[in-house]
């Protein structure tokens, strides 16, 4: 016999009976049995929150952990799993540290210099805080650059009507998804798939053509597939080998022109089966040229390589909406400080500093006044 302390109790039988049924049962008669000698169900995220409290962890290891447990993709684990090893945690410690080293030393000043604080030390301040001002600026643009690492990264495929754009996503997709028509304007919002492509996550956005809209409906389509090029890491640009490029591709190239610094953007060259009629010379010398209609190879292998290349990048990686704008408050902080530095407006300049440091603070854990005036006291002697 098997023996619970508590009224249940149950034979060898029992057991394989119970495990025929799934096995549900002997894990839920535990928990009966547990509950009722006095223990409770534990609270969603009770042990990370203990955790917290504890000082055993820290907020962003605490969202790393909520993160980790629904992640759909390769790349985030993996960028998760640094982030909960302290890789954020010491970015934070690095630049709150000398954020407090260079406010110390600032209000010191402020409360006991009786002249102005001499150029040389406003030039190695000022030096200190451009730097973080970059480094700063520079996690937050990579950050936002690598965020679909977490939750997917977002392709976009745009052109003007009847290109292929939907035969390119069913081809990518290995299935009919999208309706395929020779009418001009069949698809008229957009569409979303995710798949894999290599170990990334990734969601396919078919658009709706992109051209003079015939109506209000098509307007609000063409709409939306503006707003899924602004929302997207890459676009893939679409365009018809077997017609005469005209106006209407002009217009799509000028749109995407203005991407081109902030976006991955893959031309692609479709119906190349067909006669070609279209001037490439106003295309990227590295446009892909294929059938949909006989493979999209060409075009995800272009994709993977983008994104294998995002990947690999080896700096720290904010991973929240709160932690971006905690990084982008800090950054304008710190070139408000940065600006009003040389006019020797020292209480002002200060203020940013300390509003800096709160932002970034805000990261891990709560910015504590004590640590200016120990820093004060250890760096500087106040009794001369």
């Known amino acids: 016999m098997i023996y619970f302390k508590g009224p249940h109790s149950f034979t060898a039988e029992d057991v394989v009976e119970f495990q025929c049924h799934g096995g549900s049962v002997v894990a839920h008669m535990l928990l009966e049995t547990l509950i009722q000698a006095g223990a409770r169900l534990a609270n969603p995220g009770e042990f990370s929150k203990r955790a917290f409290l504890n000082g055993r962890i820290d907020l962003s290891e605490a969202e790393a ?18 982030q909960l090893k302290g890789e954020l945690k010491d970015f934070v410690l690095h630049v709150r540290t000398l954020l407090i080293e260079i406010l110390a030393y600032i209000e010191v000043n402020i409360d006991y210099a009786e002249e102005d604080l001499p150029l040389d030390i406003l030039r190695d301040i000022g030096k200190k805080i451009d730097v973080l001002t970059q480094e700063l600026h520079k996690t937050y643009e990579s950050s936002k650059r690598r965020s679909g690492l977490i939750n997917g990264f977002r392709i976009a495929i ?59 409906i098509e307007k609000i389509g063409i709409e939306r597939s503006i707003s899924a090029i602004e929302e997207s890491e890459i676009v893939v640009a679409m365009f018809d080998n077997s017609r005469i490029n005209d106006h209407e591709d002009s217009e799509i190239l000028s749109i995407l022109n ?8 893959i031309y692609v060259l479709n119906k190349t089966d ?25 075009v995800i292998e272009n994709i993977e390589s983008i994104l294998d290349a995002t990947s690999s990048e080896d700096s720290v990686m904010l991973t929240s909406t709160r932690q971006l704008n905690a990084v982008y408050e800090a950054y304008k902080n710190t070139c408000e400080a940065s600006k009003i530095l040389n006019e020797g407006e020292l209480e002002l300049f200060a203020f940013h500093i300390n509003s800096a440091i709160e932002s970034i603070s805000s990261i891990t854990t709560a910015f504590e006044r004590d640590e200016i005036l120990e820093k004060m006291f250890s760096s500087f002697c106040l009794g001369k």
């Open 65 to 82: 952990i909520a993160a980790l447990i629904e992640t759909k993709s390769v790349d985030a684990a993996k960028m998760l799993t640094r």
């Open 158 to 216: 745009v052109g003007k009507p009847n290109v292929g754009k939907s035969s390119l996503l069913n081809a990518m997709l290995n299935f009919d998804r999208a309706i395929i028509s020779d009418i001009a304007g069949t698809t008229r919002d957009t569409i979303e798939e995710e798949i894999r492509i290599g170990s990334h996550l990734v969601k396919i956005v078919d658009t709706a053509g992109i051209r003079e809209a015939k109506d209000s």
């Open 258 to 265: 203005q991407y081109r610094d902030s976006k991955h953007l």
């Open 274 to 298: 067909l006669d070609n009629k279209f001037d490439t010379s106003i295309l990227s010398r590295n446009s892909i040229r294929l059938s949909c209609h006989h493979s999209a190879q060409n």
